[in-house]
């Protein structure tokens, strides 16, 4: 799952904006991120509370930290990447303030006013971030009479993608590595499963396996959608035009007979998120495939899915060594380039998604994939 929080760190870099007297660009340690401060508001070494792009603050915060009317949004609460004089700026600092006013943290929740280094270090990031009221934004979802959210199924699991600029030491853990790189699609996450085929036992001895075919269920992010009785949800009549259905039902009955195969992908075009590309129709590209409790490497991936003519996100390079790829580039050049989904309209692609060729598991953040979405894209839509 994406690490998601604000957190306690140190100015490791700070430098004049080239276009603006009154204003410098600053990094904090541990982060590739970039972002716009005052000029000389701070120094290397400062102590401060970094809060990432997409953080929602509660009013309370606001002000607080002397933000009102500073933040993005319709309310004036969302941090997002901007670009402000030619410069890309992602993410906010602010100093650390003594102790926490009650209006923060209401009226003796600890007993003692507390900095927010003290509550840092005492509660983790994660609670942390909960406890100061910031929490993450997430695009609304589409909106539909068609269906009920309800609790996935166990086996499908929440999937989500760690940014490099996180964690910039992934890219260094691949940069020898061969990998798979692939666009990265603006659009909404949709998911749809087969379970295996039912098999009855008694005593431990299998005695029938029915052939009748795998049960279907699809959804979004951490949620399956079940259908309502004489509809059906946009999702499904679209993953029934594309046979996606009866993909992940071939695979959960035959190739990978006994386990449980989930398609992961994203769902673009008209009403959804401006249909940026400019797509004529509704569109689902599949960007993962999990079978049982592994994902296809990328080879297996890319074989089956053609086999299938399954739309997969575009393939930005395939099987090479990532630090041949990027040829003197950095990670956050690379991933800014034109979309080839748009149509029409050239636009540029939201990032790319980089995963080495053989599934590894990294010890910070699982399963071993890396996504890194493009400061100049982000700046360029309100998204």
Same mark, same amino acid.
Not at 221 to 232: D, W
């Given at each position: 799952m994406s690490t998601f929080v604000v957190t306690y760190r140190n100015i490791s870099k700070v430098w004049n904006h080239p276009n603006a007297?009154?204003?410098?660009?600053?990094?904090?340690?541990?982060?590739?991120?970039?972002f716009v401060v005052g000029r000389d508001e701070y120094k290397i070494g400062d102590e401060v509370l970094y809060f990432p792009v997409d953080s929602v603050l509660c009013k309370s915060l606001i002000s607080e930290l002397?933000?009102?009317g500073r933040l993005s949004g319709k309310d004036k609460n969302r941090i997002k990447t901007v670009r402000l004089r030619g410069e890309i700026s992602q993410g906010l600092v602010a100093k650390p303030i003594?102790?926490?006013?009650?209006?923060?943290?209401?009226?003796?929740?600890?007993?003692? =006013?507390? !900095? *927010?280094?003290?509550? *840092?270090?005492?509660?983790? =990031?994660?609670?942390?971030?909960?406890?100061?009221?910031?929490?993450?934004?997430?695009?609304?979802?589409?909106? !539909?009479?068609?269906?009920?959210?309800?609790?996935?199924?166990?086996?499908?699991?929440?999937?989500?993608?760690?940014?490099?600029?996180?964690?910039?030491?992934?890219?260094?853990?691949?940069m020898d590595q061969r990998v798979s790189i692939t666009e990265k699609v603006e659009g909404t996450n949709f998911w749809i499963s087969a379970a295996p085929c039912d098999k009855l036992f008694i005593n431990g001895e299998?005695?029938?396996? *029915? !052939?009748?075919?795998?049960?279907?269920?699809?959804?979004?992010?951490?949620?399956?959608?079940?259908?309502?009785?004489?509809?059906?949800? !946009?999702?499904?009549r679209l993953a029934k035009e594309l046979k996606l259905d009866r993909f992940v039902s071939i695979l959960a009955s035959d190739m990978f007979k006994g386990h449980r195969v989930t =398609?992961?992908?994203?769902? =673009?075009?008209?009403?959804?998120q401006g249909n940026i590309y400019k797509l004529p129709t509704n569109q689902i590209y599949i960007f993962d495939i999990k079978v049982g409790e592994r994902y296809l490497s990328p080879e297996e991936f890319v074989t089956i899915t053609s086999l299938h003519g399954v739309r997969i996100p575009p393939i930005v390079a395939h099987d090479v060594v990532l630090k041949d790829f990027l040829n003197g580039r950095t990670i956050r050049e690379v991933s800014t380039g034109p979309s080839v989904i748009s149509v029409g309209k050239a636009i540029l692609r939201e990032g790319i998604v980089i995963k080495p060729m053989t599934e590894q598991r990294n010890q910070k953040i699982g399963r071993l994939f890396i996504k890194q979405r493009s400061p100049e894209y982000l700046a360029e839509n309100d998204l």
């Open positions: 007297d009154r204003l410098d660009l600053a990094q904090v340690d541990g982060l590739s991120y970039q002397g933000l009102e003594t102790a926490f006013g009650k209006n923060v943290l209401g009226p003796d929740i600890y007993g003692i =006013a507390k !900095s *927010f280094k003290e509550l *840092f270090i005492e509660q983790g =990031a994660v609670e942390f971030t909960r406890v100061i009221g910031v929490t993450k934004y997430d695009p609304p979802p589409i909106m !539909s009479h068609a269906g009920n959210l309800v609790h996935m199924p166990d086996e499908v699991g929440v999937y989500d993608i760690e940014g490099a600029d996180q964690f910039p030491e992934i890219i260094e853990e691949l299998k005695l029938q396996e *029915f !052939s009748l075919l795998p049960k279907i269920s699809f959804g979004q992010r951490h949620h399956e959608i079940q259908p309502i009785e004489g509809v059906e949800h !946009s999702f499904l =398609a992961r992908g994203e769902y =673009a075009g008209p009403g959804v």
